[in-house]
């Protein structure tokens, strides 16, 4: 038993520096997220209540949907039967319930909304939390991996990655979105492990991530491209490399397709059923050819990661970082100017890249000893 005991107290002794930020990790989550679900009069996620709800397409599906007026009178029942219909949260519903009543592009981001129905039908819990249980698990390991990705693959301290893991981790797209039968935290998860993948040079890591992507969130069919060229400088000089890498590359568009036309819709179906091989488009561009659109546009992309910009300034203290970043921006941002509405959190997804530019700023005053990196992380 002494034995034991102490092997446990080395364990921990050893693994103090993960279990520490572990529980930080756990108490951001609850604080700046999960504490909203107390009641609507308490969190600044409450725009779902000032929704026009008369008209809204869910009220085929949700008869009393908007049957709430008073928002602060509401208890934590009603709490949940409203906020099911903030933004997106009504169609995930529905797609977990049944598949064949959603719509796309909702109804192609499977893995989301087929983790949080296995969460429900393994605890039994009610299909609205068992999404917000799926959100506290991908967010905290979206912290610890950030944390790992920080110290290993760019040689920051434990403090500085430690921070790294906090921004990462109350980012705008997920304290938004945590509370609620939303899908970034899972986005941004995997979105997290392919940019892992593309570092470290695992191609299985990758594979796994790129397709876990693209059922997550559609705008990550962009990914195929980044592992394209971050291997393109090897793959240029042998046709057999050359003809792998490439097949890589094609691994999400194959899924984006395949997917669409197994649930049936057209290849390049994107939101609300657009079909982009016949030209058709949202109308969201006409933002850009009005000063009003415009302004609240810039307001909106900047608010994404509001003062973590300011590390683009860093952009050329990494070639890794800048190959991906100077990619993945246009990737990210043209198509989400023009195909969607919800701004700041389907850019947030860039975070890997974004908040470890940011870091660089204190990198000179980084002098974690490559030993005592390898010992933490061990």
Same mark, same amino acid.
Request: net charge positive.
């Given at each position: 038993? &002494?034995?034991?005991?102490?092997?446990?107290?080395?364990?921990?002794?050893?693994?103090?520096?993960?279990?520490?930020?572990?529980?930080?990790?756990?108490?951001?989550?609850?604080?700046?997220?999960?504490?909203?679900?107390?009641?609507? @009069?308490?969190?600044?996620?409450?725009?779902?209540?000032?929704?026009?709800?008369?008209?809204?397409?869910?009220?085929?599906?949700? *008869?009393?949907?908007?049957?709430?007026?008073?928002?602060?009178?509401?208890?934590?029942?009603?709490?949940?039967?409203?906020?099911?219909?903030?933004?997106?949260?009504?169609?995930?519903?529905?797609?977990?319930?049944?598949?064949?009543?959603?719509?796309?592009?909702?109804?192609?981001?499977?893995?989301?909304?087929?983790?949080?129905?296995?969460?429900?039908?393994?605890?039994?819990?009610?299909?609205?939390?068992?999404?917000?249980?799926?959100?506290?698990?991908?967010?905290?390991?979206?912290?610890?991996?950030?944390?790992?990705?920080?110290?290993?693959?760019?040689?920051?301290?434990? =403090?500085?990655?430690?921070?790294?893991?906090?921004?990462?981790?109350?980012?705008?797209?997920?304290?938004?979105?945590?509370?609620?039968?939303?899908?970034?935290?899972?986005?941004?998860?995997?979105?997290?492990?392919?940019?892992?993948?593309?570092?470290?040079?695992?191609?299985?890591?990758?594979?796994?991530?790129?397709?876990?992507?693209?059922?997550?969130?559609?705008? /990550?069919?962009?990914?195929?491209?980044?592992?394209?060229? =971050?291997?393109?400088?090897? &793959?240029?000089?042998?046709?057999?490399?050359?003809?792998?890498?490439? /097949?890589?590359?094609?691994? *999400?568009?194959?899924?984006?397709?395949?997917?669409?036309?197994?649930?049936?819709?057209?290849?390049? @179906? /994107?939101?609300?059923?657009?079909?982009?091989?016949?030209?058709?488009?949202?109308?969201?561009?006409?933002?850009?050819?009005?000063?009003?659109?415009?302004?609240?546009?810039?307001?909106?992309?900047?608010?994404?990661?509001?003062?973590?910009?300011?590390?683009?300034?860093?952009?050329?203290?990494?070639?890794?970082?800048?190959? =991906?970043?100077?990619?993945?921006?246009?990737?990210?941002?043209?198509?989400?100017?023009?195909?969607?509405?919800?701004?700041?959190?389907?850019?947030?997804?860039?975070?890997? /890249?974004?908040?470890?530019?940011?870091?660089?700023?204190?990198?000179?005053?980084?002098?974690?000893?490559?030993?005592?990196?390898?010992?933490?992380?061990?």
């Amino acid at each position: 038993m &002494a034995i034991r005991l102490k092997e446990l107290v080395e364990y921990i002794r050893n693994k103090k520096y993960w279990i520490i930020i572990s529980l930080i990790y756990l108490s951001l989550i609850y604080s700046v997220s999960i504490s909203f679900c107390y009641g609507p @009069e308490h969190t600044i996620a409450n725009s779902c209540f000032n929704y026009p709800l008369d008209d809204h397409p869910l009220k085929e599906y949700y *008869p009393d949907l908007g049957e709430y007026k008073n928002a602060s009178s509401l208890q934590w029942n009603d709490f949940w039967k409203l906020s099911s219909f903030w933004g997106d949260c009504g169609y995930y519903l529905l797609q977990s319930e049944n598949l064949s009543l959603s719509i796309s592009p909702y109804k192609y981001r499977i893995l989301p909304t087929s983790i949080a129905l296995g969460i429900h039908k393994l605890t039994g819990l009610p299909l609205t939390l068992s999404y917000v249980l799926m959100n506290i698990l991908f967010v905290y390991l979206i912290g610890i991996v950030f944390t790992y990705f920080c110290k290993r693959c760019f040689g920051f301290s434990n =403090n500085l990655s430690l921070l790294g893991g906090i921004l990462a981790i109350t980012c705008v797209g997920i304290t938004r979105t945590l509370p609620f039968p939303m899908l970034e935290a899972v986005e941004y998860f995997f979105f997290l492990l392919l940019i892992l993948s593309l570092k470290i040079k695992n191609n299985y890591l990758y594979f796994l991530s790129s397709i876990c992507c693209v059922l997550s969130k559609e705008l /990550l069919i962009m990914v195929g491209f980044l592992y394209f060229v =971050n291997n393109y400088s090897i &793959a240029k000089n042998d046709k057999f490399t050359f003809v792998k890498t490439l /097949l890589f590359s094609l691994t *999400p568009f194959i899924v984006f397709s395949g997917v669409r036309v197994l649930l049936g819709g057209a290849p390049v @179906e /994107l939101n609300y059923g657009f079909n982009i091989l016949a030209g058709e488009f949202p109308t969201y561009g006409l933002r850009l050819f009005s000063i009003s659109g415009l302004v609240s546009l810039s307001i909106r992309i900047f608010l994404s990661f509001s003062f973590l910009w300011f590390g683009l300034l860093n952009i050329r203290r990494d070639r890794f970082l800048y190959i =991906n970043t100077i990619y993945a921006l246009p990737l990210i941002i043209i198509p989400t100017i023009f195909l969607s509405s919800r701004i700041s959190r389907v850019i947030g997804v860039l975070f890997p /890249l974004i908040i470890v530019l940011f870091l660089f700023f204190f990198k000179k005053d980084d002098s974690l000893k490559a030993s005592e990196m390898d010992e933490d992380v061990g």
